[in-house]
């Protein structure tokens, strides 16, 4: 099974000099971010937050205290806001958290191993998969396009790869140096 954690939202830079920080949510309706109550950060402290404008919070620990200044806030920049997967409401049938990707086996269509899923990436554009196999690892958009069919059950997604990606193969037999094409 997955982590026991789902990332929920991540801490960015402090808005003015009162502790409020921005934090990028990455739930469905980014307002609904505070109703999962407690957030982890990834040494285990609980934190709590109240949206006071668009994208910006105050962040409360574990009594109840809001971060004091601005200093305070710097030192949360990039933090990891988790819950327990148990607080989540479970997915239909169809349905699965970007967590569950990591781990699965990638395949072609045709059938052939690309590797495994590491790492699903989210910068604001769109999710795209981190697969580790033969060579350097691939990242790879998650869009139907690309990834047509996931299978959390079977444990597999399949991918078609953009004719961009090369994945590796045997090494060119034809020796060249690092300012020469091989022949």
Known sequence: MPDERILMGVVGRPHGVRGLVHVHSYTAEPADLPTYGALLDDSGRRWTLVW???GVAEMR????????????AEKLVNTRLSVERSRLPKTEDDEYYLADL????????????????????DY???ASLEIAGEGQPILLPFTRACVPSVDITAGRVI?????????????????????????
Do not use: K, W, Y
């Open 61 to 72: 620990d574990e009594q109840g205290r809001p971060l004091p200044d601005r200093n305070a």
């Open 159 to 183: 991918a078609v790869l953009p004719e961009e990606v090369v994945v590796a193969t045997d090494a060119p037999t034809t020796a060249a140096g690092p300012d020469q094409h091989p022949a």
């Open 124 to 126: 604001g554009a769109g």
């Open 52 to 54: 006071r404008g668009d």
């Open 102 to 121: 990591v781990g699965l086996a990638v395949m072609s269509a045709e059938g052939a191993t690309l590797g495994r899923v590491t790492a699903v990436h």
